[in-house]
Nanobody
Framework: QVRLVESGGGLVQPGGSLRLSCAAS????????IGWYRQAPGKQRELVAS???????TYNDSVKGRFTISRDNAKNTVDLQMNNLKPEDTAVYYCKAVWRTLAYWGQGTQVTVSS
């Protein structure tokens, strides 16, 4: 059974930091491209950052310089370090694993940035 489990969300003040983690099981993790996505109320889900199986990373322009994605194939985890958070970063954050035609989503973790 494939499982992607996100953790680390919560309530933080503007300018604060959070570290999200996505733990995968039931897949050959090193083969998969992993992405962090987010969906705010009333908005479409968008890609925040991704880390391919080949080691390439991409970031949404809105988070460049503030967020860092990292990957540990030995632990089957992908983390998203989020610094200098802004109210517009408030959303449910999901991780997604993709390999060829296979794609799996986690259940999401809420991030709320508010004073």
């Amino acid at each position: 059974q494939v499982r992607l489990v996100e953790s680390g969300g919560g309530l933080v003040q503007p300018g604060g930091s959070l570290r999200l983690s996505c733990a995968a099981s039931g897949i050959t993790f090193r083969l998969y491209d992993i992405g962090w996505y987010r969906q705010a109320p009333g908005k479409q889900r968008e890609l925040v950052a991704s880390f391919t199986s080949g080691g390439s990373t991409t970031y949404n322009d809105s988070v460049k310089g503030r967020f860092t994605i990292s990957r540990d194939n030995a632990k089957n985890t992908v983390d998203l370090q989020m610094n200098n958070l802004k109210p517009e970063d408030t959303a449910v954050y999901y991780c997604k694993a993709v390999w060829r035609t296979l794609a799996y989503w986690g259940q999401g973790t809420q991030v709320t940035v508010s004073s």
